[in-house]
T-cell receptor, first 116, second 112 residues
Framework: GAGVSQSPSNKVTEKGKDVELRCDPI?????LYWYRQSLGQGLEFLIY????????KSGLPSDRFSAERTGGSVSTLTIQRTQQEDSAVYLC??????????????FGDGTRLSIL | DQQVKQNSPSLSVQEGRISILNCDYT??????FLWYKKYPAEGPTFLIS?????DKNEDGRFTVFLNKSAKHLSLHIVPSQPGDSAVYFC???????????FGQGTRLTINP
């Protein structure tokens, strides 16, 4: 497809389990972002990847959260030992190139994560 | 510390009238502002943006106004249509930074 693709669309898991969320950015987009939206809140930045540069991890809420981007394309966000407060919609976005200033980020439909 | 604030959680407007959504920010380093629209179970969709060198940007029924001295921006939709019913998020980024900082969103309902 032409847009940002995320999987799974929904994930329900028990507290303490690990989860992996996947993002396929728009083809040719070099920058990739992860955000999360908790109930009734705005989107909260988590992490940003650009090419081969070191990612900006400044938004990751704890060391249970990690992300990687393989081959400059697909990204996975991993949450270890999930807690109930991790329940949220996790959104991925991409942009063509941050070298071109003032580009909007294009979002996928998100993964709704529910921790029981 | 909420750097981008949308103080109205909801807004109801009659079809055909103007919808005005407001957003305030505190960080004077922000120089790029965007509005996104979000339907349930979908990701945010980019609507319109404005750079800090401008005070107005227009795209069809959508116009964004930026008042830098007041650190305030607004989105005008005219005429409002039922399909405009959604949650609208204001977002901002600072020069040299890539991440977007979002407001909490305003739920717009257009009544027939």
């Amino acid at each position: 497809g032409a847009g940002v693709s995320q999987s799974p669309s929904n994930k329900v898991t028990e507290k303490g389990k690990d989860v992996e969320l996947r993002c396929d950015p728009i083809s040719g987009h070099t920058a990739l972002y992860w955000y999360r939206q908790s109930l009734g809140q705005g989107l909260e930045f988590l992490i940003y990847f650009q090419g081969n540069s070191a990612p900006d991890k400044s938004g990751l809420p704890s060391d249970r959260f990690s992300a990687e981007r393989t081959g400059g394309s697909v990204s996975t966000l991993t949450i270890q030992r999930t807690q109930q407060e991790d329940s949220a919609v996790y959104l991925c976005a991409s942009t063509e190139s941050p070298g071109l200033i003032n580009q909007p980020q294009h979002f996928g439909d998100g993964t709704r994560l529910s921790i029981l | 510390d909420q750097q981008v604030k949308q103080n109205s959680p909801s807004l109801s407007v009659q079809e055909g009238r103007i919808s005005i959504l407001n957003c305030d920010y505190t960080n004077s380093m922000f120089d790029y502002f965007l509005w996104y629209k979000k339907y349930p179970a979908e990701g945010p969709t980019f609507l319109i943006s404005i750079s800090s060198i401008k005070d107005k940007n227009e795209d069809g029924r959508f116009t964004v106004f930026l008042n830098k001295s007041a650190k305030h921006l607004s989105l005008h939709i005219v005429p409002s249509q039922p399909g405009d019913s959604a949650v609208y998020f204001c977002a901002a980024s600072a020069k040299g930074a890539q991440k977007l900082v979002f407001g909490q969103g305003t739920r717009l309902t257009i009544n027939p």
